[in-house]
């Protein structure tokens, strides 16, 4: 079982940057891969950024490439969505989620290939 505690939303302008979190515990979570997916009112959840289980390997929503980055702390068992030059429409719900994985490069870019969901944590970007 791993429990994944997303944070770090907010509201903020149009261009500006943020930063969320996802603190995993339970089982190791160096052997997870990890993703972030949002979901704004009225829309279907969608994928944003993914990462493997080494750290090496990531890949990105075509919306959200060049602006987002998504890493890994082994350390602090957390997993970070780094956003910036951020338009209206990445108003959303951000979800963190973990996918037990057995190759050390693979990232998970499918919802239902995770196995282990976060509550949730709401951007706001104002225009």
């Known amino acids: 079982q791993v429990q994944l505690v997303e944070s770090g939303g907010g509201l903020v302008q149009a261009g500006g940057s943020l930063s969320v979190s996802c603190a995993a515990s339970?089982?190791?979570?160096?052997?997870?891969?990890m993703g972030w997916f949002r979901q704004a009112p009225g829309k279907e959840r969608e994928f944003v950024a993914a990462?493997?289980?080494?750290?090496?390997?990531?890949y990105y929503a075509d919306s959200v490439k060049g602006r987002f980055t998504i890493s890994r702390d082994y350390a602090k068992n957390t997993v970070y969505l780094q956003m910036n030059s951020l338009k209206p429409e990445d108003t959303a719900v951000y979800y963190c989620?973990?996918?037990?994985?057995?190759?050390?490069?693979?990232?998970?870019?499918?919802?239902?290939?995770?196995?282990?969901w976060g509550q949730g944590t709401q951007v706001t970007v104002s225009s």
């Open positions: 989620a973990a996918a037990a994985v057995t190759l050390r490069f693979k990232v998970v870019v499918t919802s239902d290939q995770y196995d282990y």
């Open positions: 339970g089982r190791t979570f160096s052997t997870y891969a």
């Open positions: 990462i493997s289980w080494s750290g090496s390997s990531t």
